[in-house]
C-alpha cells in the first residue's frame, strides 16, 4: 500500500528556513515523479516543485530560488527545502506521487502545515 | 506563466447533471486530470488522462475534452458530491504543472 506521511511543519519566522520530509513506504521514491503542492489557508491548490524518477528538478516561479526538491534513496525520503520564507508561503503542504501518466497526482499525503509569522 | 480557467462555482439539485468546466491554451497539446477536495481532506483523483476513472470512483464521474476546454461531469448529482474540484495539467512544454483556480459545488 502506498503511503506518504509528511512532517516538518510549525510556525517560522519570516526570512527563516525550514525542511519539511515526506516519508514513503510501499513504492521506491526514485522510481516515480514526487512532487509538492501547497493550500493557502482558504485558498486553492498551487504546484509547487517536482522531482523526476531521472533526477530533473523544476519548480514554480513562486519559489524559484528559495526552495529545493531533494530525496534521499537511502531513507525513501522526499524532502522540501525552504529558505528565505515569506508570509505569502504560509499553506499546508502536501507531497504528491503519480499514479498514472507521471503528471498526475494520484497519491497524497495528509500534509504539513507551514506558518509564516512573526 | 501558464493558466487554467474554471468557474468559481456552480449549483445543482441533488440527482441532477453538474458540469464544471475548465480552459487553458496548452489543453489540446497536455492531458488534463481532476481532483475532487473535501474540507479537512487531501485531494482526491477523480479522473485522469481527460477521460479516464481510477477504481474506486463512481460512474456517475466522467470527463471530456475539446479543444482548449476540458469539462468534469457528474450525472445523478448526490449530497456527498458537495466539495471542491480541481482541474490540473502541465504547460506545452510538459514541464510546469498547473492547477485552475478551484470550482466549489454546492448541492442544493
Same mark, same amino acid.
Given at each position: ?17 525550514? #525542511? ?13 515523479? $514526487?512532487?509538492?503542492? #501547497? ?13 523526476? @524518477? ?16 531533494? #530525496? ?9 527545502? $525552504? ?13 504528491? #506521487?503519480?499514479?498514472? @501518466? ?15 509569522? @512573526? | @506563466?501558464?493558466?487554467?480557467?474554471? %468557474? ?5 439539485? %441533488? ?23 473535501? %474540507? ?17 470512483? %463512481? ?37 510546469? $504543472? ?11
Amino acid at each position: 500500500e502506498v503511503q506518504l506521511v509528511e512532517s516538518g511543519g510549525g510556525l517560522i519566522q519570516p526570512g527563516g528556513s525550514l #525542511r519539511l520530509s515526506c516519508a514513503a513506504s510501499g513504492f521506491t521514491v526514485s522510481s516515480n515523479y $514526487m512532487s509538492w503542492v #501547497r493550500q493557502a489557508p482558504g485558498k486553492g491548490l498551487e504546484w509547487v516543485s517536482v522531482i523526476y @524518477s531521472g533526477g530533473s528538478t523544476y519548480y514554480a516561479d513562486s519559489v524559484k530560488g528559495r526552495f529545493t526538491i531533494s #530525496r534521499d534513496n537511502s531513507k525513501n525520503t522526499l524532502y522540501l527545502q $525552504m529558505n528565505s520564507l515569506r508570509a505569502e508561503d504560509t499553506a499546508v503542504y502536501y507531497c504528491a #506521487r503519480d499514479r498514472y @501518466s507521471g503528471y498526475d497526482f494520484g497519491y497524497w499525503g495528509q500534509g504539513t502545515l507551514v506558518t509564516v509569522s @512573526s | @506563466s501558464y493558466e487554467l480557467t474554471q %468557474p468559481p462555482s456552480v449549483s445543482v439539485s %441533488p440527482g441532477q447533471t453538474a458540469r464544471i468546466t475548465c480552459s487553458g491554451d496548452a489543453l489540446p497539446k497536455q492531458y488534463a486530470y481532476w481532483y475532487q477536495q473535501k %474540507p479537512g481532506q487531501a485531494p482526491v483523483l477523480v479522473i485522469y488522462k481527460d477521460s479516464e476513472r481510477p477504481s474506486g470512483i %463512481p460512474e456517475r464521474f466522467s470527463g471530456s475534452s475539446s479543444g482548449t476546454t476540458v469539462t468534469l461531469t457528474i450525472s445523478g448529482v448526490q449530497a456527498e458530491d458537495e466539495a471542491d474540484y480541481y482541474c490540473q495539467s502541465a504547460d506545452s512544454s510538459g514541464t510546469y $504543472m498547473v492547477f485552475g483556480g478551484g470550482t466549489k459545488l454546492t448541492v442544493l
